[in-house]
């Protein structure tokens, strides 16, 4: 079975253009790229932004092409305020739809930030989830009206287990898709955040209890200095990615896999040295 080997954008948001981004995607050897659904500090509308990425994978072959955040912010109490949230995703991803072959959506709801003034952002156990009341968990569920238009245009989405947002924790995650009650909404492991919690299941446990509800998964590392941790490149830091790789491959995982570079420096440079463990790594595993 092959599985696609996914860059994610922030490897090359460094200066370097659409085109550029996917034809060094190709020539590093990745399958696809996860953009993001919006550009910071660029002047465009959704159509030329997509119609631009649409030409990149023209010239260069790129395979696939996948979306992230930001999603749909539905923390907001105004309903009339949600429901522009959700009409502008659905009229990206159709859109989206026209021009690419969408499998996979990496997606989130909004930050959720501790009202508390002086909360520090990195005490991730005080925001999200840890502090969610019944109607933001309800407002979440909004996002059903996006699993409908999945359902309907043949992909899925998947929420990030990123910190302070609803769907932090991989429990977190699991209990949104569950609440949302749709086929196409899962979740996106990304363990390299979930190690940043005080308490975490293990690698094993967390594919586990996420099942067929795991739709995607994010790979990257880091390692504990003092107390704090700090971004390494995949291959350094203290998750076990031969272990994480290995349980996807046992539990027949089938979705992408897509790497990140959350640390500064060269990133095309690490674009290339991440992928050359993770290439050695699944054919280690006989999951090429």
């Not at 933001?136 to 059903?144: G, H, N, P, R, Y």
């Not at 200095?225 to 349980?247: F, P």
Request: charged content about 25%; proline content about 5%.
């Amino acid at each position: 079975m092959s599985i696609p080997i996914i860059m994610h954008v922030n490897y090359c948001e460094q200066g370097q253009t659409i085109l550029e981004i996917c034809e060094k995607a190709v020539s590093w050897g990745y399958d696809g790229v996860e953009f993001r659904s919006k550009r910071t500090g660029v002047e465009e509308t959704t159509e030329e932004y997509l119609d631009s990425i649409a030409e990149g994978v023209r010239k260069s072959g790129l395979k696939y092409v996948l979306f992230g955040g930001p999603g749909p912010n539905l923390n907001k109490p105004d309903k009339s305020a949600r429901e522009a949230e959700i009409q502008w995703a659905i009229n990206f991803f159709r859109l989206a739809s026209e021009r690419f072959k969408l499998t996979v959506v990496n997606t989130f709801t909004g930050s959720l930030m501790n009202p508390t003034p002086g909360t520090p952002y990195s005490e991730y156990d005080k925001h999200g989830s840890f502090i969610a009341t019944e109607d933001q968990w309800k407002w979440a569920t909004e996002f059903k009206e996006l699993g409908k238009l999945a359902n309907e245009l043949g992909f899925r989405f998947a929420f990030e287990t990123h910190m302070n947002y609803i769907h932090d924790t991989p429990a977190a995650a699991m209990k949104l898709a569950d609440l949302i009650d749709e086929p196409s909404v899962g979740v996106n492991l990304d363990y390299g955040n979930a190690v940043y919690f005080p308490k975490n299941p293990s690698i094993k446990e967390t594919i586990k209890n996420l099942g067929d509800k795991l739709f995607y998964a994010h790979l990257k590392n880091s390692i504990n200095v003092g107390g704090k941790r700090v971004a390494t490149s995949l291959a350094d830091g203290e998750i076990n990615h031969r272990e994480y790789l290995r349980t996807l491959k046992e539990t027949g995982f089938n979705g992408p896999i897509c790497i990140e570079a959350p640390r500064a420096g060269d990133r095309e440079w690490y674009a290339q040295v991440d992928l050359a463990y993770f290439k050695s790594v699944m054919k280690d595993l006989g999951w090429v």
